[in-house]
């Protein structure tokens, strides 16, 4: 390997581009298939086009699951605690929504991380698990995010949701252009469980918008007692 | 490309031709009925083209969708095991039934008590993050109303067989049917979870005379849109430290370019389909 490494570093070069690009498409691209299995591709349906259920005290009505637990696969159990061992990075975790603007709610501190409660959960079947959080604030300075462009790919994440520990290990680390990112593809309800994590980076242009890059972190889930 | 999809329609009118009701795939060109049984006190069959569509159906259930090929239907219900030549209690013929379409077809009495079957196309088009659809859908033998979310209205003066239809902040509201103009109750609280990405269909049926007004709740997921974005940072001191990404920026560069290069390729192939198809 070390014999590789000398003499066909400009090959490694390139094959690592090559993967970064094919990362970077897999980011960029709206929800198609591509060979990371980063996303799981169309449709995002749920497969359940239309459900009835008693509203309230509605009788007579045939009475199913109300939309809330619709999904059998979806433990209740939210994310709460987000963990980085290599990083030392240990940060609560908060459930948020979306702003007045449409974009994903964050924690007002650089010290929180969001987790972005309309998307998959930790236990669930499928889909992204997405947590962002900044990664700096104006009153705060940098915040424990900005250490995760140093994550490198194997490196293990931990999810505490309720008694769970869910572990994760990192697949990519990709910083890409706020106007190119592929958001569906980041909040994809779909394809294999994993985490998403997001955060800033690149240039900060206060009259444009502040950062003008997002840094996303893929991780797959491990099975459980890994 | 209107012309591609022209030709698949026509194809698929072509198939529908020899398939009536067969059980179809789920190809893109069929539409999406479900059927709502809004008639009190009587439990019937329907048939569609004399072909039974439901049977044993009691008041008050509604069907999972059917995938239908697209076409004209003639849509009879009659008291059940009285079979396709039984006596009609309600009739509607020539109803269309549009490519792609999802489509709840209502038994209902209209507001005189009269039974009359209402197609209502359900909008299955994107819902912004963070917000649910609610419809609502006036089917009972009752004058006009308002319905209340947490004592405020939300939809006003619906009469006998509209809907009214609006986009709001995903969550539970107790919702509330009035005499419009009026604080009268006549249907709920109840509560409803308004789930986010969700279209949630209300249906108001029954008869204010009879006494029987009642809830019917059809839902019809995948709809949610992702985020406008992940504004990351607030301050601006981390731009400054080593990211790592340093000397890769030309990498992001490439992969944007290879990104958009497969994206025009694939474009390219790509037959357009109309956003309610992802609701599938």
């Known amino acids: 390997m070390r014999h590789l490494r000398t003499t066909t570093g400009r090959a490694v070069t390139i094959a690592v581009a090559a993967l970064s690009g094919a990362l970077l498409t897999a980011l960029l691209l709206p929800d198609r298939t591509p060979s990371d299995g980063f996303t799981a591709g169309r449709p995002e349906a749920t497969g359940l086009p239309g459900e009835v259920l008693a509203a309230g005290?509605?009788?007579?009505?045939?009475?199913?699951?109300?939309?809330?637990?619709?999904?059998?696969?979806?433990?209740?159990?939210?994310?709460?605690?987000?963990?980085?061992?290599?990083?030392?990075?240990?940060?609560?975790?908060?459930?948020?929504?979306?702003?007045?603007?449409?974009?994903?709610?964050?924690?007002?501190?650089?010290?929180?991380?969001?987790?972005?409660?309309?998307?998959?959960?930790?236990?669930?079947?499928?889909?992204?698990?997405?947590?962002?959080?900044?990664?700096?604030?104006?009153?705060?300075?940098?915040?424990?995010?900005?250490?995760?462009?140093?994550?490198?790919?194997?490196?293990?994440?931990?999810?505490?949701?309720?008694?769970?520990?869910?572990?994760?290990?990192?697949?990519?680390?990709?910083?890409?252009?706020?106007?190119?990112?592929?958001?569906?593809?980041?909040?994809?309800?779909?394809?294999?469980?994993r985490l998403h994590l997001v955060t800033c980076g690149g240039a900060y242009l206060p009259e444009d918008g502040g950062y003008q890059d997002n840094v996303v972190v893929v991780a797959q889930r491990l099975p459980s007692g890994s | 490309m209107k012309n591609i999809i022209r030709t698949i329609v026509a194809a698929a009118a072509l198939t529908g031709a020899s398939l009536a009701l067969a059980p179809a795939a789920h190809a893109a060109q069929d539409a999406h009925v479900s059927v709502l049984h809004a008639v009190p006190g009587v439990t019937v069959d329907v048939y569609a083209n004399g072909n039974a569509l439901v049977t044993d159906f009691k008041p008050g259930t509604l069907t999972d969708p059917m995938a239908v090929p697209a076409g004209d239907y003639d849509l009879k219900v009659v008291a059940a095991g009285d079979g396709a030549d039984g006596k009609a209690l309600i009739e509607a013929n020539g109803v269309g039934v549009p490519a792609g379409a999802n489509i709840t077809v209502v038994a209902h009495l209209d507001a005189s008590g009269k039974p009359v079957l209402t197609p209502y196309v359900n909008d299955t088009s994107a819902i912004a993050a963070g917000q649910a659809r609610l419809t609502v859908r006036h089917d009972a033998a009752a004058p006009a109303v308002d319905v209340r979310a947490g004592g405020d209205p939300v939809f006003t003066d619906l009469v006998n067989p509209k809907e009214d239809s609006a986009d709001i902040p995903a969550g539970t509201v107790s919702a509330d049917v009035v005499l419009a103009g009026t604080d009268q109750v006549v249907i709920g609280p109840a509560d409803l979870q308004l789930a986010e990405g969700v279209h949630t269909i209300v249906y108001a049926w029954g008869s204010a005379a009879d006494d029987n007004l009642k809830l019917a709740v059809q839902t019809i997921s995948g709809m949610h849109s992702a985020p406008s974005g992940v504004p990351g940072g607030t301050g601006g001191q981390a731009a400054g430290e080593a990211d790592g990404f340093a000397s890769s920026g030309w990498m992001v560069l490439a992969g944007g370019l290879l990104a958009a290069l497969l994206a025009g390729l694939l474009t390219s192939r790509m037959i357009p389909r109309p956003a309610r198809s992802r609701n599938r």
């Open chain 1, 57 to 193: 005290q509605a009788e007579g009505s045939t009475t199913r699951q109300p939309p809330t637990t619709r999904r059998p696969d979806s433990p209740t159990a939210v994310p709460r605690l987000l963990t980085i061992p290599r990083l030392g990075l240990r940060m609560p975790v908060l459930a948020r929504g979306v702003d007045d603007r449409g974009a994903m709610a964050l924690p007002d501190s650089g010290s929180r991380v969001g987790w972005y409660r309309f998307g998959s959960r930790p236990l669930d079947r499928s889909g992204a698990t997405v947590l962002a959080g900044h990664v700096d604030t104006r009153a705060e300075g940098a915040g424990p995010l900005a250490g995760l462009a140093a994550l490198r790919v194997g490196d293990l994440i931990e999810v505490r949701a309720g008694r769970r520990a869910v572990t994760y290990a990192t697949t990519s680390v990709t910083r890409v252009s706020k106007a190119l990112i592929d958001l569906p593809a980041v909040f994809s309800r779909v394809g294999p469980a």
